[in-house]
């Protein structure tokens, strides 16, 4: 699902771009300002190399002995301002802060448009009166050309261009008005007229050029974004293309898995119907995939499992939990019932809609019948083989006693022989039993309230006989105020004599085996000291697990199943307690185990 | 504790090996006489025929097992209160805790000793009320 998932989640994540709320951030009024200022500067050599030529000609054409003087004066100023304007141009393209100081270079070009324009203005107002008329047309004619020419050159900024044109005008149009001749007086009031015409040209102009670079930068945004756009859908189209190949090759994995898996694999839709099937499951069922396909699902059902299975599939169904190690009666093709063992996966959308229902199954009937075909077996086990046991022992205990009359040495040797024999039989067939009842967790106890020291003078008494086959005492060390513990009597007497057993069985004749009992607070604890040779070392890891024995020749010189401490261990700590063994000083072996004492509180809820 | 000795036992057990060791247990070890009956169908009118002092049950027997033989003395007074102790290969204690709670005087599990069986049998007997 994850895999189908991912490349969804980032394509809905995609029209997040910066694209509309980006765009007015962008377009900023200060880096308009600074083009324009750009583009003034840019124009503003023309205005140079035209001031300097026109210039030059003016003061050619204006010179007259009369005023050289004056003309000279005023070709200085020219040139003055050429270059001052040149410096400031020159400035301005080595400056570093065209952007930051936009609105200081701007006022610099005005001043530079102050000056030059009064330099013009200077030449008509001066050179006007004093010349012919010729000169005086030509004047005219220069001022007009300057102002119009301006236009194309300050559009940048109409301001700059007011100010250029008024400081050209402005002298001019003083001299004209006050010269006393009525024709010039006429022109004199036409020229604000022209100058307000001009003005007017530069403004459109100039709305038109801010315009314009407003529009470069909302163009050069989109493509900005246009890119931005481009390359996100360039990235995920490769994601998208990366989680399909993934979702085909796990696509692929999995079908592989359906197919050479030994599990039947069923896709179900909601409805119950059967959508596809590997070929497990056509070798569980006998059917080919195409006679299920389309199926119900029921048809895979016992006639009397129906009921049981509908309840389950609505449950899934209504859930949308997935259902483990649900045993189902089948039925196969050939009407053969089978039980097989299902975990049951609803396919879930992301909206919360069942896609399919997945089923797995797995025949179950061959492993149940071969548990209950082991359960039969312990059963007899128990029973068909104690029963002559019983017979074998009974017997043999009885010719043994004497009570039945005095037998031959040789005879009484040989029922003992079989005797001692019969019983090995049955410590073996009761061993297995309990290895099997932990084995399968059935291990009943029978808890009850008792005297620890009762219980360990019942066991001992009951192998002393033992003991002294193998010529061993059976001794307590010390003594214990009585001491209630709560545990199973019959078991706790087992585990006992198993221990004691042991220490008599490897005990070197005429040796004596001690039992303790100690108080360990919470608990008591019985030991059991032999002097035995002790544990190999080999041997130490697996004390307490089944089939255990030093050696196998041990097994047939000392007797025993290996079991017997396995089994201990597992008695002593279903009963609370636990079981261990350490070596003794001057060699010998103390094996004990510990039960937590009996207290009223702590045992109220085994009691009940 | 009854005041008499126990002396008549009934024995109900299909396995004619162990018939034999118990009644030579009983009569041997314990000087005591016995009855045996091996077809459990029949246990009912041996018991009303002998009259025991205890009834001495096995559990599996074709027919009619143990605790079946146990709840049809349950329905007949005349042999309701005669004292049964179970004697069974079964070893599970649940299964035990079962007839004592049906109401057995006690379980004694095969393999049995039959040198120890008859002071087994006494000490449920002293056990018993009067």
């Known amino acids: 699902m994850d895999l189908l998932n991912a490349p969804a989640q980032s394509l809905r994540e995609a029209p997040n771009l910066a694209l509309l709320d980006g765009a007015g951030q962008k377009a900023d009024p200060r880096r308009i300002l600074a083009d324009r200022v750009e583009q003034l500067y840019d124009q503003l050599w023309i205005a140079i190399v035209g001031a300097f030529a026109i210039g030059g000609i003016a003061t050619f054409e204006l010179w007259e002995p009369r005023f050289g003087g004056l003309v000279l004066f005023w070709w200085g100023l020219v040139m003055l301002m050429t270059f001052a304007s040149a410096g400031l141009l020159l400035s301005y393209r080595r400056s570093r802060s065209k952007l930051a100081e936009a609105d200081q270079w701007m006022r610099w070009l005005g001043l530079s448009a102050l000056a030059i324009g009064s330099v013009w203005g200077f030449a008509g107002a001066v050179f006007f009166p004093s010349h012919t008329g010729e000169q005086q047309v030509f004047l005219a004619f220069l001022i007009a050309g300057v102002v119009t020419s301006g236009i194309p050159v300050f559009a940048g900024s109409w301001p700059v261009y007011a100010v250029f044109a008024a400081s050209v005008l402005a002298p001019f149009a003083y001299v004209l008005a006050t010269f006393g001749n009525r024709l010039f007086t006429e022109l004199a009031i036409l020229v604000p007229v022209f100058y307000a015409v001009s003005v007017a040209i530069a403004y459109r102009l100039s709305n038109v050029f801010a315009t314009g670079y407003r529009l470069r930068y909302a163009y050069s945004e989109l493509t900005d974004d246009y890119r931005e756009l481009n390359k996100r859908l360039g990235k995920q189209l490769l994601e998208l293309e990366e989680a399909g190949r993934q979702v085909e090759a796990s696509g692929r994995k999995l079908a592989l898995f359906a197919d050479r898996a030994p599990i039947a694999v069923l896709e179900i839709d909601v409805e119950g119907e059967i959508q596809q099937i590997n070929p497990a499951a056509e070798v569980l069922f006998g059917y080919a995939a195409t006679e299920l396909i389309g199926q119900p699902i029921e048809v895979l059902v016992a006639a009397d499992a129906r009921a049981e299975f509908a309840a389950k599939w609505r449950a899934i169904v209504d859930t949308q939990i997935p259902m483990m190690a649900q045993l189902i009666n089948n039925i196969r093709h050939d009407s053969l019932d089978i039980v097989c063992e299902w975990t049951v996966t609803p396919l879930v959308s992301p909206d919360g809609r069942i896609l399919s229902v997945v089923a797995q199954g797995r025949d179950m009937s061959r492993q149940l019948e071969a548990e209950r075909m082991k359960k039969e077996f312990t059963s007899t086990l128990s029973h068909e083989l104690r029963t002559p046991l019983t017979s074998i022992i009974g017997s043999l205990e009885l010719v043994n006693s004497g009570v039945l009359g005095d037998v031959t040495k040789d005879v009484l040797d040989l029922t003992v022989i079989a005797e001692r024999n019969g019983q090995r039989l049955l410590d073996l067939i009761n061993d297995l039993l309990d290895v099997e009842k932990i084995r399968a967790g059935k291990f009943d106890l029978a808890p009850a309230v008792l005297e620890i020291d009762d219980v360990l003078e019942e066991a001992l008494v009951l192998n002393r006989a033992f003991a002294t086959r193998y010529q061993v005492r059976l001794t307590t060390i010390g003594s214990l105020p009585a001491t209630q513990i709560y545990a199973d009597r019959k078991r706790l007497i087992q585990v006992l004599t198993n221990l004691l057993s042991n220490a008599a069985k490897f005990s070197p004749q005429g040796e004596t085996v001690e039992v303790a009992l100690e108080d360990r607070g919470a608990a008591v604890r019985v030991s059991v000291h032999d002097h035995g040779p002790g544990i190999p070392e080999s041997f130490r890891a697996k004390m307490f697990t089944r089939f255990s024995q030093a050696d196998s020749t041990t097994t047939r010189q000392q007797g025993g199943t290996g079991l017997g401490l396995a089994i201990c261990k597992h008695l002593i700590e279903i009963m609370h307690g636990r079981i261990n063994y350490q070596d003794r000083d001057g060699g010998g072996t103390t094996f004990w185990f510990e039960i937590p004492k009996y207290t009223p509180s702590n045992n109220n809820e085994k009691e009940a | ?130």
């Open chain 2, 1 to 130: 504790m009854p005041t008499r000795p126990l002396e008549k036992v009934l024995y109900v057990e299909d396995d004619e090996d162990i018939q034999r060791i118990v009644r030579m247990s009983l009569e041997r070890v314990g000087k005591m006489s016995i009855e045996v009956v091996g077809n459990s169908t029949l246990a009912i009118e041996a018991m009303k025929a002998y009259k025991p002092d205890l009834v001495m049950l096995d559990w599996m027997m074709p027919e009619m097992d143990g605790p079946a033989v146990f709840r049809k003395m349950k329905e007949d007074p005349e042999v309701a209160d005669l004292p049964v102790v179970f004697i069974t290969a079964k070893a599970s204690s649940r299964e035990l805790d079962t007839l004592i709670a049906m109401g057995a005087k006690g379980t004694i599990s095969k393999p049995f000793s039959p040198k120890d069986l008859p002071d087994q049998l006494r000490t449920f007997w002293s056990n018993l009320p009067d």
